[in-house]
């Protein structure tokens, strides 16, 4: 009976190292997902407030697009404006005569 409860002891302390073990190997590995999804957390909050950033500008640009001429809007205004001072001048010259 003694060697059998010794031998059960004996187990029990092995079974419970082991379970020690274990505990402090999911202790480390838990410790280690919390930190990184610390980390992923942070830079989802940088990512998140990039693409707002990146979505107001956005916005700007297509307005300022909008708002702004292309360059073949810039020549065509142009080549209306140096028509109508050559209208202009043929009508000063006419008038002058």
Do not use: F, G, W
Not at 4 to 18: A, G, P
Not at 73 to 80: E, G, R, Y
């Amino acid at each position: 009976m003694t060697t059998n409860l010794s031998e059960l002891l004996q187990r029990l302390l092995r079974k419970s190292e082991l379970l020690a073990e274990r505990y402090s190997t999911l202790k480390a590995k838990s410790d280690d997902l919390q930190s990184r999804n610390e980390a992923l957390t942070e830079e989802n909050s940088k990512l998140k407030a990039e693409l707002e950033k990146m979505r107001i500008e956005n916005e700007y640009l297509k307005v300022s697009h909008k708002i702004a001429p292309t360059a073949e809007d810039v020549k065509a205004s142009q080549a209306l404006i140096t028509e109508l001072v050559r209208n202009i001048d043929k009508c000063i010259s006419q008038l002058n005569e």
